[in-house]
């Protein structure tokens, strides 16, 4: 009987937010597993650092600068990857984030919120849906968050957006599956990420956090190359409509 592959030699994975922080990680692990790696990002500089990073590993990387909530820019981007490459494996991790309360949030920072964590992702996932329904398969892999099914005061946009994302990842799931598509989420608890900078140096925060994640610490970035390989490799072609928690346990805790 075959062993079950997580071989993803010969695919291309294009990986949004993958200058730095959990885009990177993911980025790493999908490389070391034989993926070419297209990080995407709007900082060019720090996209090219992350390339460098990987290629002096001996892993196949590659830079593209593009602003995701240009319409036109991303869809254009797409179309020039499959044209070279074709895109196997999507993962949507650019995200933001706003902290405030919520009658003090300005409509610009609500959309902001929505576009980058909700509606790039849509587009995204439209766009290069079109290829892998052509080729009758793909991996569609999107970042959520605890915040997708947990509610927490001072950062309803992005609950919003996170649980919006929860849906389409159910939703897309449901209707590319006949054409041999799998779509599922990573959920992230709190990573020390540039994202929670403010929250990790915050001492009130940190141990209250700790306290309250049953593994009794926060999560490292390259804790999610496991889930993030699993969802891309073949190991997974029966999984689909799935959120995976990489959260210390904290949403199986009460």
Same mark, same amino acid.
């Given at each position: 009987?075959?062993?079950? %592959?997580?071989?993803?030699?010969? #695919?291309?994975?294009?990986?949004?937010?993958? !200058?730095?922080?959990?885009?990177?990680?993911?980025?790493?692990?999908?490389?070391?597993? !034989?993926?070419?790696?297209?990080? +995407?990002?709007?900082?060019?500089?720090?996209?090219?650092?992350?390339?460098?990073?990987?290629?002096?590993?001996?892993?196949?990387?590659?830079? @593209? &600068?593009?602003?995701?909530?240009?319409?036109?820019?991303?869809?254009?981007?797409? +179309?020039?990857?499959?044209?070279?490459?074709?895109?196997?494996?999507?993962?949507?991790?650019?995200?933001?984030?706003?902290?405030?309360?919520?009658?003090?949030?300005?409509?610009?920072?609500?959309?902001?919120?929505?576009?980058?964590?909700?509606?790039?992702?849509? #587009? @995204? $996932?439209?766009?290069?849906? *079109?290829?892998?329904?052509?080729?009758?398969?793909?991996?569609?892999i999107n970042t959520l968050s605890v915040l997708s099914t947990l509610g927490r005061a001072t950062a309803v946009p992005y609950a919003s957006a996170k649980g919006g994302l929860l849906m389409l990842t159910r939703g897309?799931?449901?209707?590319?599956?006949?054409? !041999?598509?799998?779509?599922?989420?990573?959920?992230?608890?709190?990573?020390? /990420?540039?994202?929670?900078?403010?929250? %990790?140096?915050?001492?009130? =925060?940190?141990?209250?956090? /700790? %306290?309250?994640? &049953?593994? *009794?610490?926060?999560? #490292? &970035?390259?804790?999610?190359? !496991?889930?993030?390989?699993?969802? $891309? $490799?073949?190991? %997974?072609? =029966?999984?689909?409509?799935?959120?995976?928690?990489?959260?210390?346990?904290?949403?199986?805790?009460?």
């Amino acid at each position: 009987m075959k062993t079950v %592959s997580f071989d993803l030699t010969g #695919r291309t994975a294009l990986v949004t937010g993958g !200058g730095g922080g959990l885009g990177l990680a993911m980025a790493r692990g999908l490389a070391e597993h !034989g993926a070419r790696a297209l990080l +995407v990002g709007r900082d060019h500089a720090k996209l090219d650092a992350a390339v460098a990073v990987l290629e002096a590993d001996g892993l196949l990387a590659e830079a @593209l &600068p593009c602003d995701l909530l240009d319409r036109s820019a991303s869809d254009a981007m797409v +179309v020039e990857v499959e044209s070279r490459y074709g895109i196997d494996i999507l993962v949507n991790n650019a995200g933001v984030q706003h902290r405030q309360p919520v009658l003090d949030v300005a409509d610009d920072d609500w959309e902001r919120v929505i576009d980058t964590n909700l509606n790039a992702p849509f #587009r @995204l $996932a439209r766009a290069v849906g *079109r290829g892998m329904i052509a080729r009758g398969r793909g991996k569609i892999i999107n970042t959520l968050s605890v915040l997708s099914t947990l509610g927490r005061a001072t950062a309803v946009p992005y609950a919003s957006a996170k649980g919006g994302l929860l849906m389409l990842t159910r939703g897309l799931a449901v209707e590319l599956a006949p054409s !041999g598509i799998q779509v599922n989420g990573i959920a992230p608890g709190y990573i020390l /990420t540039e994202m929670n900078t403010a929250l %990790s140096q915050n001492a009130q =925060f940190s141990d209250w956090l /700790t %306290s309250r994640t &049953p593994a *009794r610490r926060w999560g #490292r &970035p390259e804790e999610l190359a !496991g889930a993030a390989v699993f969802l $891309a $490799a073949p190991a %997974s072609d =029966f999984v689909t409509g799935h959120v995976l928690a990489v959260d210390g346990g904290i949403t199986a805790a009460v």
